[in-house]
Structure formats: C-alpha cells, structure tokens
C-alpha cells in the first residue's frame, strides 16, 4: 500500500495537554549531553530569566510525538510504519520549553511527495501553551520506503 496523497492538508485533533516536568527535563538534558545549568538547575534558570529549568531544543519532540502517532495510525494513511524512516528534523520556536508548561501539540500534514518507489511525508505539530500562545513548530519529514 503506497501512501496515500490525500494525507495531504490534513488537520488532526489536538492531542492531550503535556505538562512539562522537571524531572523530564533534567533526565532529557542528561541524554542528550545538555550541560547548560539552566537545563538541569532551577536555581540557575531563575537566574537567566525562566520560571524553571529550561528543556533543551530537541525537547520539542517529546510534546510532538503524540501528534505523529495520530498520523501513524490514520486508518487511510498508508504508512506502513515498519518501514518508516525518519528523513529530517526541524524546530521554529518562539520562546524555549520550560518546566511547568502545559503545552498542547495539532498536526497538519504539509506535503506527500512521491520520490521513485518511495514517499516523503512532512507532517508539521505546532505547539502552543495553556494560554494558546505559540511556542514551537516541530516539523519531521518520514520517508516510507516503497516496496523492495
């Protein structure tokens, strides 16, 4: 099943609020090599200027995650997820991630391509906070491998 081209404009549901932890940001921060005090020490963030420790960049696809498997299992979709590989990656932010915020991610599918026997998806979740203000559009094109 190739996948299929209507995807294409899609809007899906807004997925469930996440509320960003502190914890999940140290322990982030810890794997991916984040050594700013401000990603790990509340004390320092404060200082900086942020209400807590503030996420690395790259956080940004632990809110956007939900918003894809939405996409993943979009029952006319077409994407075979065993063979999906994960093409690129792209963040727009208007402010940084900070613990304590309650961030709710909507995906809309900004294009299929069809590249020789396979297809590019690039599926864009903008994220907003509690009060509806944007703080990060995380953009991931797929690449759905066509068959052998």
Same mark, same amino acid.
């Given at each position: 099943?190739?996948?299929?081209?209507?995807?294409?404009?899609?809007?899906?549901?807004?997925?469930?609020?996440?509320?960003?932890?502190?914890?999940?940001?140290?322990?982030?921060?810890?794997?991916?090599?984040?050594?700013?005090?401000?990603?790990?020490?509340?004390?320092?963030?404060?200082?900086?200027?942020?209400?807590?420790?503030?996420?690395? +960049?790259?956080? $940004?696809?632990?809110?956007?995650? #939900? /918003? %894809?498997?939405?996409?993943?299992?979009?029952?006319? &979709? =077409?994407?075979?997820?065993?063979?999906?590989?994960?093409?690129?990656?792209?963040?727009?932010?208007?402010? +940084?991630?900070? $613990?304590?915020?309650?961030?709710? #991610? /909507? %995906?809309?599918?900004?294009?299929?391509?069809?590249? &020789? =026997?396979?297809?590019?998806?690039?599926?864009?979740?903008?994220?907003?906070?509690?009060?509806?203000?944007?703080?990060?559009? $995380?953009?991931?094109?797929?690449?759905?491998?066509?068959?052998?």
């Amino acid at each position: 099943m190739s996948v299929n081209p209507e995807l294409q404009g899609r809007v899906f549901p807004p997925v469930a609020p996440y509320l960003v932890g502190r914890e999940k940001v140290r322990e982030f921060s810890r794997a991916v090599f984040a050594r700013n005090p401000i990603n790990h020490d509340p004390e320092a963030a404060r200082a900086a200027g942020y209400a807590d420790v503030v996420a690395p +960049p790259t956080f $940004a696809v632990v809110v956007q995650e #939900a /918003t %894809l498997a939405q996409l993943l299992a979009e029952p006319d &979709g =077409g994407i075979d997820f065993s063979r999906v590989v994960h093409g690129e990656q792209r963040f727009t932010f208007s402010r +940084p991630i900070v $613990a304590g915020d309650e961030l709710t #991610a /909507t %995906l809309s599918v900004a294009s299929v391509k069809s590249l &020789g =026997g396979h297809s590019m998806v690039t599926a864009e979740s903008r994220v907003v906070d509690a009060t509806g203000a944007h703080v990060v559009t $995380a953009t991931s094109t797929l690449v759905v491998r066509g068959d052998e």
